[in-house]
């Protein structure tokens, strides 16, 4: 028993997830038990568990690009302006100002869009695999500038629509579930096919490990770094039209705005380095479910927006000292001192 | 040897890991105006007992005296406070700072709350010329050859505290010119009453520089004698409890007897950054070294045929058909396999398990969605580490924990599981222990008797002459003379490498 209990505390989502559970609990407790609660209306589940995951694909399906991007050591700050780009041409194609022809079609939306986000990862990958600007210098470029395209894409406009088949994409619901989870596991399933059906995994790590060592075993370090900024610029967009949807309008100025690093936390929390080596997407996942309730629970808690981001930063934090090494090594030598040195005598 | 004559005594030392016991009992003692040099394969302890002289380990027992006093350093700091300092094999300074910047960080002399800049590098060029170096002393470390760093760090450290100076493989990166500079300096400080303690895997040095000799073997001492009455073979012997000579011989013999197979690849005019016009052809079954000095274009003609520098001009044939070398998968590919100079920087993925270490270059060359399966993968990994004797508990493993000449073996795995061609082999055994050394040598040599072609670079004469049945001498990045069978011998290399060709002939008239 004890040793099962040991290989589970092996793996990389192990920690995550002890966090995560600890605070839907704590949160369980102070609400006295209604934030387990799950109602059925209309065939459909609503509660705060509910509201937790619906809220957090986003995230999640931002943390799956970001966790490779990080892997390889190196990042992505323009998602969140990449998501605005894609919530505005979306937007506006079902409006009718661009591409009148479509004549307002919810599939040339998403498509588009999707290729705009997927255009913009590969320009970040281009700037950082091939031209080898620093990532966060790279991205940046397109952070700043992101926003400026939404703007041009909607004239400086929010652009507000009426499409029930868009609202789908955030509202809609399948066998009582909200619909952006089907996105998500859809996504994720593909992704984590891909990941260790083949090499790209392997080679991923390796790249984050030791980029120099890894061309000399034959890896194209450039292409595999490009192909991970392009996906991660797709994945952005995807969440891009998940919030759009959700806001039912294109918003250049707040759509995903500083969520770049609510992802990079995310996977941080889930124990990814962020040097690069080693990564596991599920624990990615986790990771944004933590941020996700973290955010629920300010609002749960119904603690004042002043010191929101205080009593966030101080939960962020004692996450972190959970999952470091370090500590937990001078916790125990502090609790087992006594009994370490004799041990080592013996 | 009276005791006040006696700098540092370490007696009793043990220090155990959770998995094995580093030092067992073991003594040592460094007296002033001595090089004494410790020896032993790696894993014999060698780097725990200096880590516990210098305070980066705690010794579980044993007692350290410096001058007759006890010490018991906790980081390197306190150790450098009572006179002990070390300089590591890699140099331990900061690239992107001045020189003079390098040898006063942490330290800097002030004057009014500011930093006195101009005694800064005064004094930083006043304790260079001291040896005998006359750099400018503003310009940034990187500026400098790896010798200069090295030579920087030296007197960094001497500057510091100068009673006892503790070199740690510090000619691995040396030319041997430069290796003559440095004990040049070591003699002076010797002369100036500083104990030296000196680690490195040159027997040669060894002999050249050193008073006396420690030798440890598996955390145990061995003994320490004079190094004026120790015979090298016997060192050898003591170094890793089995007969040297022996493993020569075989490999000597199996040179010998060897005839060039079927031409596998010709290399007519290569040109890049490195190399100029060099003419090559490779047989299967034979073993052929590269020889010349750093730059000389030995390393840079094997980058070349592994597609990692770009080729200006020039045309490379492999089994009769012309190709293109670009990049490294299209020779991998090709069927040829490197393992480069730079184990810790070209070679090994730290993070990663030896069986991924293992597998990685055969799943690039298969491609990216033909993946090795998790059973195919560990079947590989146990195979090799049966074949080449990787001492490793597991071969999940990660590589880093390894020892140097593991995690050699371990890259020598990753390409045999190619089934490669050619091999090429850049300094496979620098840094690594006489025990495997010859074990590596050894492979090497076997291979090339099962019909693979094998190309060896080594800056060790000794370790070509072993194992090489013909030798291509570079110098200037051109090719300056071929030898084969019975041309090789360590004097004809020499000339080649330094004299010229003229020079050379010369020299062989005159023999």
């Known amino acids: 028993m004890q040793s099962k209990l040991k290989k589970l505390t092996k793996y990389q989502f192990f920690w995550p997830l002890m966090v995560l559970l600890l605070i839907i609990l704590i949160n369980g407790i102070i609400s006295g038990g209604s934030f387990f609660q799950i109602n059925i209306v209309d065939g459909h589940l609503y509660g705060r568990l509910i509201d937790i995951l619906r809220n957090g694909s986003k995230l999640m399906i931002l943390a799956t690009g970001m966790t490779m991007v990080l892997a390889t050591g190196g990042t992505d700050i323009s998602v969140g302006s990449v998501m605005a780009i894609s919530g505005a041409i979306a937007c506006c ?89 089907y996105i998500v596991a859809f996504v994720v399933l593909i992704t984590l096919l891909f990941v260790k059906k083949s090499a790209f995994g392997l080679f991923v790590e390796s790249i984050g490990c030791n980029s120099t060592a890894s061309k000399f075993t034959g890896i194209k370090v450039d292409n595999i770094k490009w192909a991970i900024y392009a996906f991660c610029g797709l994945m952005a967009a995807l969440a891009g039209l998940i919030e759009s949807a959700g806001i039912k309008a294109a918003d250049c100025n707040n759509c995903g705005l500083m969520i770049e690093l609510d992802g990079i936390l995310a996977v941080a929390i889930g124990g990814t380095s962020l040097a690069g080596g080693r990564f596991s997407i599920p624990a990615s996942l986790i990771g944004a479910l933590v941020v996700q309730s973290i955010t629920t629970t300010v609002l749960a808690l119904g603690i004042a927006p002043e010191i929101t981001s205080v009593f966030k930063a101080i939960v962020v934090v004692i996450i972190c000292l959970i999952q470091s090494k370090e500590f937990k090594e001078m916790l125990t030598k502090r609790f087992a001192g006594k009994k370490g040195k004799a041990v080592a005598q013996a | 040897m009276s005791k006040e004559n006696a700098l540092v005594q370490m007696s009793h030392i043990s220090k155990r890991f959770p998995a094995v016991i580093a030092l067992n009992d073991v003594q040592f003692e460094l007296k002033r105006g001595e090089i004494h040099a410790l020896l032993g394969e790696n894993g014999a302890g060698k780097s725990t007992l200096i880590k516990v002289l210098t305070g980066v380990e705690i010794r579980d027992e044993g007692t350290v005296l410096m001058e007759g006093k006890e010490i018991f350093p906790h980081s390197p700091l306190e150790a450098q406070e009572v006179g002990i300092s070390t300089v590591y094999q890699e140099v331990n300074l900061c690239p992107n700072l001045s020189v003079a910047e390098n040898i006063y960080i942490g330290r800097e002399p002030r004057k009014a709350g500011h930093i006195d800049w101009k005694t800064i590098n005064k004094n930083a060029a006043e304790l260079l010329a001291r040896f005998d170096m006359n750099i400018d002393v503003t310009k940034t470390l990187d500026s400098y050859s790896v010798a200069v760093q090295q030579m920087v760090a030296i007197a960094r450290a001497v500057d510091i505290s100068a009673k006892v100076l503790i070199l740690d493989e510090p000619t691995s990166s040396l030319t041997a010119i430069e290796v003559q500079k440095l004990f040049d300096i070591m003699r002076r400080l010797r002369g100036e009453g500083m104990g030296i303690i000196f680690v490195t895997h040159f027997l040669d040095q060894v002999y050249e520089v050193s008073d006396t000799i420690t030798v440890l073997r598996n955390g145990e001492y061995v003994g320490t004698y004079a190094a004026a009455d120790l015979p090298r073979v016997e060192l050898v012997g003591k170094m890793i409890g089995k007969d040297y000579a022996e493993l020569d011989k075989s490999a000597k013999e199996n040179r010998a007897s060897k005839e060039a197979g079927e031409l596998w690849m010709s290399v007519r005019g290569a040109s890049t950054t490195g190399i100029a016009d060099v003419d090559l052809d490779i047989h299967k079954g034979e073993v052929l070294g590269f020889s010349g000095l750093l730059g000389s274009g030995r390393s840079e003609t094997a980058r070349l045929l592994f597609g990692i520098d770009h080729m200006e001009k020039g045309d490379v044939t492999i089994a009769g058909k012309k190709v293109e070398l670009k990049g490294t998968l299209t020779a991998i590919r090709s069927g040829i396999a490197f393992c480069p100079e730079n184990r810790k920087t070209e070679g090994i993925i730290g993070d990663l398990s030896i069986r991924e270490n293992i597998m990685l270059a055969l799943q690039t060359k298969r491609g990216l969605f033909r993946k090795l399966s998790r059973s195919e993968a560990e079947k590989l990994a146990d195979e090799y580490i049966k074949k080449l004797e990787i001492k490793t508990p597991s071969q999940d493993q990660l590589i880093k924990n390894l020892s140097g000449g593991n995690q050699q073996k371990v890259i020598l795995a990753r390409w045999l599981a190619t089934n490669p061609d050619l091999l090429m082999l850049d300094e496979p055994t620098r840094g690594i222990d006489i025990g495997t050394k010859a074990e590596i040598q050894k492979i090497v040599v076997q291979l090339a008797d099962e019909g693979m072609a094998v190309v060896f670079i080594s800056s060790e004469i000794d370790e070509m002459l072993r194992c090489c049945g013909r030798m291509v001498v570079l110098r200037d990045k051109k090719r300056a003379a071929e030898l084969t069978g019975n041309e090789i011998s360590e004097a004809t290399i020499m000339q080649y490498i330094a004299g010229g060709v003229e020079n050379a002939k010369q020299a062989e008239e005159v023999n």
Do not use: E, H
């Open chain 1, 93 to 181: 194609i079902i409006d009718g100002r661009l591409l009148p022809s479509a004549g307002g079609s919810v599939a040339v939306a998403v498509t588009l869009a999707l290729l705009a986000g997927l255009a913009c990862g590969i320009w970040n990958g281009f700037l950082v695999a091939k031209v080898k600007i620093q990532p966060i210098v790279a991205t940046m470029i397109l952070m700043v500038a992101g926003r400026g395209i939404a703007q041009l894409v909607t004239q400086g406009k929010i652009v507000t629509i009426n499409s029930a088949g868009y609202y789908y994409i955030n509202g809609g619901y399948i066998l009582g579930l909200p619909f952006p989870l």
